[in-house]
């Protein structure tokens, strides 16, 4: 079903679609657009972040009421628009990046395929986004939700890899002339939470995933380098696939060796190696690229680069390139063809799709991006290694780099921890083990944490609020991968037999813990940092509190978590943290604000993990590490100081907004027996104003208050409830208990009785008489839910 803002952006993209008649010629593919003033027509109607329509004046009101906003009226008509919902937006996005990659033809609005089956019955496929040019065909299946969570995609996969052939041949069928492309099935996803076996299915039907991650990569990538950014998208999604134009390509070349490793010098076209080029950004987390080294490129940096080259610039210094394969070199003739170790001859460049990593120098290659062909025949002085390990090249990136301001300190940080997996440094190791651990995190479109780091180079969007060195830290302090004494390393409860082993058990059970709080509070795990859970503080405390949980349950005799199964783990954990959950469900902003809220550096995340160990202590008294009981006992009398002031200003607000309220509704002028509106008829009961008058009179004259100061807390529950004051004072005052239904009774005010206890033990408390925890814990609630309510009703707090 289409939505109103589908239906306007289907209608706008079909009038600027080529005209052609339909039914007279027979296609396989349509509405194609083709034509360049076409494509921007379409391009701006995509890239905007809106829809917009016209409307008769008289249908304003009722698109208003569907949620479309006024952006100019006019005599007859009103044009409106709308925020496009996600579905669309993810469309749209993808095929403005098809166009910013230079692909020149692409799908209009409703486009669809008309294929043979093989019982040669027909059928008519939609897809979302299918973009085309001399080499390639992208087919693009884009899947959301307005809300992320889990999706099968079972059954939309099934269907895509069933149709692929008749697909393709419909293709091949419609351009016709030998036609022959390279065709990619790529989903693009945003807010689905994918299954693993929805993963093996997808490349086991040679379907490629693009998540919301991949995605702000690549849009990132291309803002930067233009059309040429299309190299590096096929790279990825055509790795080891024929380039046909390329085939056969040789440049005269010296064939040596540095080290253990073997090199080729020679020149070559910068738009040839572009073709065939990689650059292994870290911002990209391929997985076959462990460990990812490149920075972004700078956008400034390729301008003034590709400036200088217009303007008769060359570079004189080698670009630095990998070979990912066994390279064809066929020497000179024996007589002459080796001179101090180096030998003569032609090199049989690789005309695959990915098949030269550049280690050094992407600015100076991609500076080449969106300059005319005339310069991108300026060749390029190239040292390229033939099947380095990849550490390799992040190692020697390193040496070159580490020097470089422009090189940002967390990268190199991480890619270090990364080339120091296996170190005889238990130290480094256990470092290493915990950095590669993230990646894995950040890279399963199946974890909580998918999509939730910030990546070098690429800006943040609002839910990347974790760094990898900070959630590094995390993990070595919670000691879940294990610790290390006297130069020794010891195992964690989530550690296996191996590092390998280690780093699949240790993901599977951080997802699960992990996704006991994502269903807990999900709106405020997609929040970002404004939720107070999902930022660095918060992550690492809770990573401690795992570890403190299995510490406590393994000393209680319950689990052996080192030899308990990730099933068994779970539930252990799951129930011995309900009181956790519990309290996370049932919590407002301001409650949740008071505990985790501008928790800063370490003292911060020791603070956040004192917080989360005294919810569950709320059950288990005994639970949490002997620092945190010191804590406690010290927190525990700061908390009561506090709560007793905060007692006196509730005492005030209630009773202040009370007496405001009344005089609002009844007024201040006196009636015929010379008492105030307000008082008379605000205060029904006349045992309630008599108390309040006797206690008046036992003050001294020159100290008396008003008699309304002389009211008792108890006393504002009948006044509330009173007829005539209630409908008035409910919005405030009307609070159900926690776990309380809403709906259960018409007053919610039983509160005030609580409060009252609360408040004679705060004004006369002893050794023998305080506040306990649960009472401390209810006046936090209660303080939030109630300067809530005056908030919401535009009550000034601070002014009583």
């Not at 911002?283 to 920075?295: C, H, K, V």
């Not at 500076?367 to 390799?392: C, D, H, I, R, W």
């Not at 005799?557 to 129930?575: M, N, R, Y």
Request: net charge positive; charged share 25%; proline share 4%.
């Amino acid at each position: 079903m289409t939505t109103d803002a589908q239906e306007a952006v289907t209608e706008s993209e079909e009038a600027i679609a080529p005209k052609i008649d339909f039914k007279s010629v027979s296609f396989a593919l349509k509405p194609l657009l083709i034509d360049g003033g076409a494509l921007s027509k379409a391009y701006k109607t995509r890239k905007s972040p809106v829809v917009k329509k016209t409307v008769h004046i008289a249908d304003t009101d009722d698109a208003e009421s569907k949620g479309w906003k006024v952006v100019r009226r006019q005599k007859r008509v009103t044009v409106v628009q709308k925020t496009k919902p996600v579905s669309v937006s993810l469309e749209d996005r993808v095929w403005c990046l098809c166009r910013d990659m230079g692909y020149p033809v692409l799908s209009g609005g409703a486009f669809k395929v008309s294929y043979s089956r093989n019982d040669g019955s027909a059928g008519t496929k939609q897809i979302d986004v299918f973009a085309k040019d001399s080499e390639t065909a992208i087919v693009f299946e884009c899947k959301s939700k307005e809300v992320r969570g889990r999706k099968s995609l079972q059954k939309d996969l099934h269907e895509t890899a069933f149709l692929k052939k008749p697909i393709a041949n419909a293709i091949r069928a419609h351009f016709g002339d030998g036609y022959n492309p390279k065709i990619l099935w790529i989903y693009v996803t945003d807010n689905i939470i994918w299954t693993e076996p929805d993963v093996t299915r997808a490349l086991a039907d040679g379907i490629r995933i693009i998540t919301e991650n991949e995605l702000q990569y690549f849009e990132a990538f291309v803002k930067h380098v233009g059309t040429a950014g299309k190299y590096q998208f096929l790279a990825e999604f055509l790795k080891g696939q024929e380039i046909p134009a390329l085939s056969g390509y040789k440049v005269p070349a010296v064939k040596g060796r540095l080290g253990t490793e073997n090199f080729y010098s020679f020149t070559i076209p910068a738009g040839h190696l572009l073709k065939i080029a990689f650059v292994n950004h870290h911002a990209l987390n391929n997985p076959d690229g462990t460990p990812a080294y490149q920075r972004m490129v700078d956008k400034k940096r390729l301008q003034s680069i590709g400036k200088f080259i217009k303007d008769g610039g060359y570079f004189p210094t080698n670009i630095l390139i990998n070979f990912t394969k066994k390279c064809t070199f066929e020497p000179l003739a024996k007589n002459d063809n080796t001179i101090d170790g180096l030998k003569f001859g032609h090199l049989v460049l690789p005309n695959e799709f990915k098949s030269a990593w550049v280690i050094d120098g992407q600015h100076r290659l991609l500076g080449f991006t969106n300059l005319s062909e005339e310069y991108l025949k300026q060749p390029l002085f190239v040292v390229a290694f033939e099947q380095m390990a990849t550490v390799k090249e992040a190692e020697l990136f390193i040496t070159i780099n580490h020097k470089q301001k422009s090189v940002p300190a967390s990268l190199l940080v991480a890619l270090q921890a990364d080339l120091q997996m296996g170190s005889d440094d238990p130290d480094e190791a256990l470092s290493a083990l915990s950095s590669f651990l993230i990646r894995k995190l950040a890279l399963d479109a199946t974890s909580p944490f998918y999509g939730r780091f910030q990546t070098p180079g690429v800006p943040a969007s609002d839910l990347q609020v974790l760094t990898v060195p900070e959630i590094q830290k995390g993990l070595k302090r919670s000691q879940l991968l294990g610790r290390v004494v006297k130069k020794v390393r010891l195992g964690g409860y989530l550690s296996g037999a191996t590092d390998s082993a280690t780093l699949d058990r240790a993901r599977r059970a951080i997802n699960s813990y992990f996704r006991m709080i994502e269903d807990a509070v999900p709106e405020r795990w997609m929040t970002g940092r404004a939720s107070h859970v999902v930022t660095n503080p918060g992550i690492r405390a809770h990573l401690m509190l795992f570890n403190e949980v299995l510490r406590f349950q393994h000393a209680a005799g319950k689990i052996d978590p080192i030899l308990a199964s990730l099933d068994e783990i779970d539930v252990c954990v799951t129930a011995f943290c309900k009181p956790l959950i519990d309290w996370l469900k049932a919590a407002n902003d301001s409650e949740i604000e008071a505990r985790f809220a501008k928790q800063y550096g370490e003292g911060g995340v020791r603070d956040y993990f004192f917080h989360l160990c005294d919810l569950i202590a709320t059950a288990t008294p005994t639970f949490g590490p002997d620092e945190f009981r010191d804590y406690k006992a010290k927190s525990s009398d700061e908390r009561r100081a506090q709560a007793k002031l905060d007692v006196e200003d509730m005492t005030k607000l209630i009773s202040g907004v009370v007496i405001e309220k009344l005089k609002e509704i009844y007024g201040k002028d006196e009636l015929p027996s010379g008492e105030k509106k307000y008082w008379e008829l605000g205060i029904a009961d006349s045992k309630i104003k008599q108390a309040a008058y006797n206690s008046q009179q036992q003050a001294k004259p020159e100290k008396r208050a008003p008699r309304e100061a002389y009211l008792h807390i108890i006393d504002f529950e009948t006044v509330i409830k009173q007829k005539g004051n209630w409908e008035f004072l409910k919005p405030i005052f009307n609070i159900p208990l926690r776990g309380v239904n809403p709906k259960s009774k018409e007053y919610h005010v039983d509160w005030i009785k609580d409060f009252n206890d609360i408040r004679n033990i705060a004004s006369h408390s002893s050794i023998y008489r305080q506040l306990s925890d649960a009472d401390l814990d209810f006046l936090a609630w209660l303080k939030g839910a109630l300067y809530e309510r005056c908030e919401a009703a535009g009550i000034p707090v601070d002014e009583y």
